[in-house]
């Protein structure tokens, strides 16, 4: 399987981000990243999911927690339903200190992100009573939010009969091409909106142009321009979430100087154009 390394919308400045959304289908390519992934779906069922070396097809209410660099996907396979809901929830996998992990309070929470390297599959009761939560914790911000975030993950530490999945597909890069495509990931996080080139990025890698071209498809799955923009567009989307901004502006804030073409890139990789995009998820964004 081609196993893409997704480079996630979390910032250094973000405890997690969590993003509702609405979709005819559930496809969501083979892959994985740092952040750790809490990741619900309803009327979902009959697609398959696969989780490290686990495959099976999923029921209409879906609630996994994912650990860093666990591989992930889902295929829509018999999936009839054309009224696919679905939370994704992503925090840092170093949010919480191992100090901290072992505090009394807190032994739960560390067992549980602990198991998630395997992939964990909550069931239905836990799902029902912590969904309408989850659905509700992107209309929150700041400390309101952090809070609820933890006390959802305490409630999961304590539920009982979830099912472990798997064992972890991804090993750990080595560690010198691991700090590499970091830094220059990083530097793109902090760069997206104004131009960045592939020679300033190939220089920062230590690399010529055309052999950084190709460390970049090996370790992320996308090329340098595709890996920009996937960042670009993952701004885009919160802007448009969380501002009444035009979105001529957020186009321009977000590194895409050319209107027509931003239009174009973020059609093919949502399916939908940014306007209709913040219209479907003013009119969805609080289904329960």
Known sequence: MNLIREITPLTEHDCFTIFPRVSKKV??????HESLELNLIINGGGAKRTIGDHTGDIENLELVLLGSNLAHGWSNHKCKSTDIREVTLQFHKDLFEEKLLK???????????????????F???????????????????????????LSILHDLSISSGYKIL???MVKEDSNSY???IEK???????HYSV???????????????????????????YTFIDSLNEIRLRHVTRMLIDTQEPISDIASKCGFNNLANFNRTFKSKNGCTPKEFRENYKEKRLFV
């Open 27 to 32: 496809e969501v390519p083979l892959h994985h």
């Open 103 to 121: 505090r009394n309070q807190l032994l739960s929470i560390g067992n549980l992100l602990e198991q998630s390297k395997k992939g964990i599959l």
């Open 184 to 190: 220059v990931i990083d530097y793109m996080n902090a």
């Open 195 to 221: 131009e960045v080139s592939l020679n300033e990025v190939a220089k920062l890698a230590g690399m010529p142009d055309a052999s950084f071209s190709r460390f970049i498809k090996t370790r992320t799955g």
């Open 178 to 180: 691991s700090r590499r």
């Open 123 to 149: 069931p239905k009761e836990t799902i029902e009573r912590i969904s309408p939560r989850l659905l509700k914790l992107s209309d929150q911000d700041g400390f309101a939010a952090l809070l609820e975030f």
């Open 166 to 168: 798997s064992n972890p």
